[in-house]
Structure formats: structure tokens, C-alpha cells
């Protein structure tokens, strides 16, 4: 009996109670992720089933969005809707809820040429220390990442490393803005925790997060990545504030800024 409290917060018969606390958790600490109870609706995309029809679907509607922007973005787009839902619910379930649910059968809505809004089955939450949920999370995490990778290169074609470098600088984003979906989280906390999420995931060293002590003293957290979303191809001229294709110094710079704004009282 000790072990099944210790390992489920919710037993499976209240599972339905345990999604709607996660479910309304999720959107409380983030303002914008839509997720409801249930299983998949028509067009929607699940890993494991045939979804070559959905992705032909968002790829074109992609080029058609974008029609300067060539197939290595369009390839890139795919990887970053369909892993991006996943990540925020594996990570905010553990750190902001509590417990872990099944996650990697999520079924994930296209509107337009974006994936947003999602839908979870029912069930017991797997409820344990921190680090034993995000080895178990990681682990599923990846398994859900290499199985859309194979997907999507059943359509088109996406590298390898290119993907996992954006699948790491997607978790480095979430640990970076972990304080603030988690008031209370130290800086020393969102390094370690990074570190976990990614043994956890196979990407140690495809990306890290780095602190910089600031002249008043103070502490901020910069994102040092290796992966480029490609954005640029679509929006020319345009990086992202930690894009590593910029000169290191302005990528420290508009990091910097970003970091300090947040600092800023509201």
C-alpha cells in the first residue's frame, strides 16, 4: 500500500479528476496551452498511428504560407509543432503539478499551419521524486521524439542532429522560463533540473544553459544552443534573441536585455 501511494498521487479510477487538476494547471502557469480530456478527433495526430495525411496537410500549407522558404523549413516547422505540446506538458506536469500522467499517447489539433491544442486520455499520474519522474518523462519524451523524426522523414527529409539540437534548445527554453511558470525556482535549481532533462533524453551536450554575473551582482541565465529553427528563411534578417548564428557578443547582448526585462517589476 506505501509504494502505490508513494507512486501514484491519483489512482486510476479518479483519473478524470487528476486531468482536470493537471489540464487546468497547465493553462494557469502558461496563459496558453489548451489541452482537454478524451481521446483523438478526426485530423487529429497521435505517435504510432498513420498520420502521413496530417503531415502532408501542414507541409503544404506551409509552402503555401511560405513559399520562399524552401523545404528545410518547412521540414523544420513540422519537427518543432509536433514536439513542442509534448515537452510543455512533460515538464509543467512534473515541476508544476506534481505528477506525471501517460503522456506520449496525446493527441495534438492542426489549425492552419500551426499544432495547438491537445487532448489526454484518463488515468492514474505517476507521483515520485523529482528526478525519478524526469528520467521516466525524458525517457518517454525521446521515445516520442525518434518515432515523429521517422515520420516526418517518411515525407520529407529532416537530419538527425539538426532535430535533436532543436528538441534541446526547446527544453533550454522551458527550464529558462521554469522560474517563472514555478515561482520560487533558484537559478542553481533550473541548471541542475536542465541538466537532468537532458541525461534524461540522450542531449547532454547539444545545447546548455550558462549564468552570467552582471555588474550589480545579480544573476541571469543565458541559453547557449547549437540547433537554429530556420526561422530566418521565412522572416529574412530575423534571429532569435539566443540564435547561434549570430556574433556571440549580441547573442550575449539581446539575452541579456530579454533576461533584465523580466527582472523589471510589473
Same mark, same amino acid.
Given at each position: 500500500?506505501?509504494?502505490? %501511494? ?10 478524470? =479528476? &487528476? ?9 494557469? =502557469?502558461?496563459?496558453?496551452? !489548451? ?6 478527433? *478526426? ?27 524552401? !523545404? ?12 513542442? !505540446?509534448? %515537452? ?5 506536469? /512534473?515541476?508544476?503539478?506534481? &505528477?506525471? *500522467? ?18 489526454? &486520455? ?22 516520442? &521524439? ?15 542532429? *539538426? ?36 541525461? %534524461? ?21 543565458? =541559453? ?27 547573442? /550575449?547582448?539581446? !539575452?541579456?536585455?530579454? %533576461? ?7
Amino acid at each position: 500500500m506505501a509504494a502505490t %501511494a508513494r507512486n501514484f498521487l491519483f489512482a486510476a479510477d479518479n483519473g478524470d =479528476v &487528476a486531468l482536470t487538476r493537471l489540464l487546468a494547471t497547465l493553462n494557469r =502557469v502558461t496563459g496558453f496551452l !489548451q489541452g482537454a480530456p478524451g481521446g483523438a478527433l *478526426p485530423g487529429w495526430h497521435v505517435v504510432g498511428q498513420d498520420n502521413r495525411a496530417i503531415l502532408e496537410t501542414l507541409y503544404a500549407r506551409l509552402e503555401e504560407t511560405y513559399p520562399h522558404a524552401g !523545404q528545410p523549413f518547412y521540414a523544420t516547422r513540422l519537427w518543432t509543432n509536433l514536439m513542442w !505540446q509534448p %515537452a510543455y506538458v512533460a515538464v509543467l506536469a /512534473i515541476h508544476a503539478h506534481g &505528477a506525471l *500522467p501517460q503522456f506520449s499517447g496525446m493527441a495534438q489539433c492542426v489549425k492552419g499551419i500551426d499544432i495547438n491544442g491537445f487532448r489526454l &486520455a484518463p488515468g492514474a499520474q505517476a507521483k515520485d521524486e523529482t528526478d525519478i519522474l524526469i528520467a521516466r518523462a525524458g525517457r518517454e519524451l525521446r521515445e516520442m &521524439a525518434d518515432s515523429v523524426l521517422v515520420e516526418i522523414n517518411g515525407l520529407t527529409r529532416l537530419k538527425r542532429l *539538426p532535430a535533436l539540437r532543436l528538441l534541446t534548445d526547446r527544453m533550454l527554453g522551458l527550464m529558462l522560463r521554469l522560474n517563472h511558470f514555478v515561482p520560487g525556482t533558484s537559478l542553481a535549481d533550473q541548471r541542475r533540473f536542465c541538466s537532468q532533462w537532458l541525461a %534524461a533524453m540522450e542531449l547532454t551536450g547539444q545545447g546548455d544553459l550558462e549564468t552570467l554575473d552582471l555588474a550589480d551582482g545579480r544573476q541571469v541565465l543565458l =541559453v547557449a544552443r547549437k540547433g537554429c529553427c530556420l526561422d530566418y528563411l521565412a522572416f529574412p534578417d530575423t534571429y532569435c534573441a539566443s540564435c547561434p548564428k549570430q556574433d556571440d557578443a549580441l547573442r /550575449i547582448e539581446r !539575452q541579456v536585455r530579454d %533576461a533584465l526585462a523580466e527582472l523589471q517589476p510589473s
